[in-house]
């Protein structure tokens, strides 16, 4: 069966914040210093979304499933460029066909930002999301900055 890409609007964010909360939830038991609130108030992320839906976003959906979406925060210049960036909540896919699906969203998504001449894209991920730090690399994507959650212990030099 095919897959069907599609604008993200109001009628898939449930779908895609039970998504991200089944990544985020991944990622935190690698980070369990990650805060709870995505999985206890998932209203926070349902929110968030839907205040990003003016901007390009899409969803991959295979029979009427939500495998994928991706979304835009609110472009900004950065070094005198038109930037386009994708926060971590404002993505998420299924694991299984991760690469695939990302690889698709990119390329649907990169041609709506080059329209409006925004050729800066950023998308911000989890630490441990090898998969999808793989594919952005393949996608051409390099690392500007990387940050992690650390204890507030003492740091021993």
Known sequence: MPYILTPLTQEYLEPAV????ENYKQEQEHSPLLPSRVITEPSWIYNALQSKLAYPGVVIL???????????DDPFQWKGQ?????LEYCHSAIVAKKQ??????????????????????????????????????????????????????????
């Not at 038109?82 to 994708?86: C, D, G, H, L, W």
């Not at 969203?105 to 930002?113: D, E, N, T, V």
């Open 18 to 21: 039970a998504l991200f909360i």
């Open 62 to 72: 295979e029979q009427n499933n939500l495998l994928a979406y991706m979304v835009t």
């Open 82 to 86: 038109q930037a386009a960036i994708v």
């Open 100 to 157: 695939e699906l990302y690889q698709r969203m990119y390329m649907y998504l990169a041609q709506k930002w080059a329209n409006h001449h925004i050729h800066l894209h950023l998308i911000r991920h989890f630490a441990h999301d090898t998969i999808l730090q793989e594919t952005l690399y393949l996608l051409g994507f390099g690392a500007i900055l990387a940050e992690r959650l650390r204890d507030c212990s003492t740091v021993n030099e």
